[in-house]
C-alpha cells in the first residue's frame, strides 16, 4: 500500500555541519513532495517543496532532492543551527489528492 | 503569511463531555483539514472539507464530526469525549485544488479524564 517513511528516527549533528534528512516513499504516481518541520509543541511548518518534473530544489538554506527511480526524497540543511533542532516530516501527494505524511526524524543540533 | 488559528491550544475535558474544537484560516483557501497526531502514528487525516458545508471523512472518522458553515471556519466535534481521544489536534488549510501544500495550526492539546 501507499506508505511514506524516513530511514531514521533520529539524527545528531554538530553546530555547523550539514544535515541530511531521508525519506521513502512506495507510490510511484505521486507527483507532489514536502518537508515540513515541527518544533515542540508547534503546529508543522511548511519548508520546501518539489514537484516530480524536478530533482532538485534549494531554498533558503535547505536543498531537497528527488530520486524517483528509487522513490527516495532528501532535505539538505547547510550550516546546521541550534534553531534547526525539531522533526522533520516528508509527506506525499497521493491519488486522491491527500497528503500522506511520513513518521518523522528528529534532529539534535549539539552546540 | 498564511495564517491558521486554532482557538484552544490547551483543553482538559472529561468522559462524556461534547468538545469543541474551532479552527479559523485568513488566507481564503478553499481546503480545510483536521488532523490528529500521537507518538508512533504520526498524523491522521480525521476529516477534511472542499467547500462551505462540504466534509468528507478522512482516514479515522469515527467519534469525531464536522462543521464548515464559513469559508474560514472549520469546526471540529466530539460529540462524547473517550480518553482515547487525548491527542494533539492539528487544523489545516490549503488552497485549489487537493494535493497543494497543506498550512498548519499551532495544534490543539486535549486531555480528556
Known amino acids: 500500500g501507499e506508505s511514506v517513511g524516513l530511514h531514521l528516527p533520529t539524527l545528531s549533528v554538530q553546530e555547523g555541519d550539514n544535515s541530511i534528512i531521508n525519506c521513502a516513499y512506495s507510490?510511484?504516481?505521486?507527483?507532489?513532495f514536502i518537508w515540513y518541520k515541527q518544533e515542540s509543541g508547534k503546529g508543522p511548518q511548511f519548508i520546501i517543496d518539489?514537484?516530480?518534473?524536478?530533482d532538485k530544489r534549494q531554498g533558503q538554506r535547505v536543498t531537497v532532492l528527488l530520486n524517483k527511480t528509487v522513490k527516495h526524497l532528501s532535505l539538505q540543511i547547510a550550516a546546521t543551527q541550534p534553531g534547526d533542532s525539531a522533526v522533520y516530516f516528508c509527506?506525499?501527494?497521493?491519488?486522491?489528492?491527500?497528503?500522506?505524511f511520513g513518521q518523522g526524524t528528529e534532529l539534535s543540533v549539539k552546540p | 503569511d498564511v495564517k491558521v488559528t486554532q482557538s484552544s491550544r490547551y483543553l482538559v475535558k472529561r468522559t462524556g463531555e461534547k468538545v469543541f474544537l474551532e479552527c479559523v484560516q485568513d488566507m481564503d483557501h478553499e481546503n480545510m483539514f483536521w488532523y490528529r497526531q500521537d507518538p508512533g502514528l504520526g498524523l491522521r487525516l480525521i476529516y477534511f472539507?472542499?467547500?462551505?458545508?462540504?466534509?468528507e471523512k478522512g482516514d479515522i472518522p469515527e467519534g469525531y464530526s464536522v462543521s464548515r458553515e464559513k469559508k474560514e471556519r472549520f469546526s471540529l466535534i466530539l460529540e462524547s469525549a473517550s480518553t482515547n481521544q487525548t491527542s494533539m489536534y492539528l487544523c489545516?488549510?490549503?488552497?485549489?485544488?487537493?494535493?497543494?501544500?497543506?498550512?498548519f495550526g499551532e495544534g490543539s492539546w486535549l486531555t480528556v479524564v
Open positions: 472539507s472542499y467547500d462551505v458545508k462540504m466534509k
Open positions: 518539489i514537484r516530480s518534473n524536478m
Open positions: 507510490n510511484s504516481a505521486s507527483d507532489y
Open positions: 509527506a506525499e501527494n497521493s491519488q486522491g489528492g491527500k497528503l500522506i
Open positions: 489545516a488549510s490549503s488552497f485549489g485544488t487537493a494535493g497543494n501544500t497543506i498550512y
